[in-house]
C-alpha cells in the first residue's frame, strides 16, 4: 500500500521569507500523481500544486514551487515570499494511476509571522 | 463558476443515528469521492461514484453507503453512528481524465454524542 509521510508535524517562517514543506511517498508504481493541498482554519481543503511523475520538470504556481526527486520519491513544497495568508495545514498526496483513491500525509501546520 | 458545495455545515447525532450528508460537484465535474477527516489527521478515503455506481471504496464499514444521483450530484449516509465517526466528511468533485484532479468542499462537521 501506498504511504506518504510529512515529517514536519510544525513549521513557522516569517512573512517575505522562503519556506519548504518535505514529503516523501512510498510506492511500486511508475504512474502516479502528486499534490499538495492547503488547508486554512476555515477548513476548505485548497489545491496548491500538482506533479506528474513522467514529467521531469518540476511544477510551479506562482509562489509555490516543488522538488520532485523521483528516484529519492520526495516532493518538497517550497514557498516564496510567505504571506500571512499562507498560515495553514498542508497536506502531501498521493494518487496512483488508475486509482481514485487521494492518500494523504498527516499534514505539516504552517505560521507566517508578521 | 460554482464550486464544491456541501451541507449541512454543522450537525450534532446521537449514538445509533443515521446521517445523510450532501454534495454538489463543481461545474463540470462528474465524480465526486467522499474523505473522513479525524481531528489532527489526513483525510481517509471513504469511496467515489461515477456514473451513479460506486466504483472504488476505502477501508471503512458498510455502515457507511452512498449514493450519486443523475445531476453528479451525492450523499453519504452513516448508519448506527459511533462516538468515532465524529469527524470532518470531506467531498471532492473531479472529471474522469487522466489525473482525476479532485477540489474540495468546505466539509460537514459531524459530531456524535
Known amino acids: 500500500a501506498q504511504t506518504v509521510t510529512q515529517s514536519q508535524p510544525e513549521m513557522s517562517v516569517q512573512e517575505a521569507e522562503t519556506v519548504t514543506l518535505s514529503c516523501t511517498y512510498d510506492?511500486?508504481?511508475?504512474?502516479?500523481?502528486l499534490f499538495w493541498y492547503k488547508q486554512p482554519p476555515s477548513r476548505q481543503m485548497i489545491l496548491v500544486i500538482r506533479?506528474?511523475?513522467?514529467?521531469?520538470q518540476n511544477a510551479t504556481e506562482n509562489r509555490f514551487s516543488v522538488n520532485f526527486q523521483k528516484a529519492a520519491k520526495s516532493f518538497s513544497l517550497k514557498i516564496s515570499d510567505s504571506q500571512l495568508g499562507d498560515t495553514a495545514m498542508y497536506f502531501c498526496?498521493?494518487?496512483?494511476?488508475?486509482?481514485?483513491?487521494?492518500?494523504f500525509g498527516k499534514g505539516t501546520k504552517l505560521t507566517v509571522n508578521p | 463558476d460554482a464550486g464544491v458545495t456541501q451541507s449541512p455545515t454543522h450537525l450534532i447525532k446521537t449514538r445509533g443515528q443515521q446521517v445523510t450528508l450532501r454534495c454538489s460537484p463543481k461545474?463540470?465535474?462528474?465524480?465526486v469521492s467522499w474523505y473522513q477527516q479525524a481531528l489532527g489527521q489526513g483525510p481517509q478515503f471513504i469511496f467515489q461514484?461515477?456514473?451513479?455506481?460506486?466504483?472504488q471504496r476505502g477501508n471503512f464499514p458498510d455502515r457507511f453507503s452512498g449514493h450519486q444521483f443523475p445531476n453528479y450530484s451525492s450523499e453519504l449516509n452513516v448508519n448506527a453512528l459511533l462516538l468515532g465517526d465524529s469527524a470532518l466528511y470531506l467531498c471532492?468533485?473531479?472529471?474522469?481524465?487522466?489525473?482525476?484532479?479532485?477540489?474540495f468542499g468546505p466539509g460537514t462537521r459531524l459530531l456524535v454524542l
Open positions: 498526496a498521493f494518487k496512483q494511476g488508475g486509482s481514485e483513491k487521494l492518500v
Open positions: 461545474s463540470g465535474h462528474d465524480t
Open positions: 510506492t511500486s508504481e511508475s504512474n502516479y500523481y
Open positions: 506533479q506528474e511523475a513522467y514529467k521531469q
Open positions: 471532492a468533485s473531479s472529471l474522469e481524465d487522466r489525473t482525476g484532479t479532485q477540489y
Open positions: 461514484y461515477y456514473e451513479e455506481e460506486e466504483r
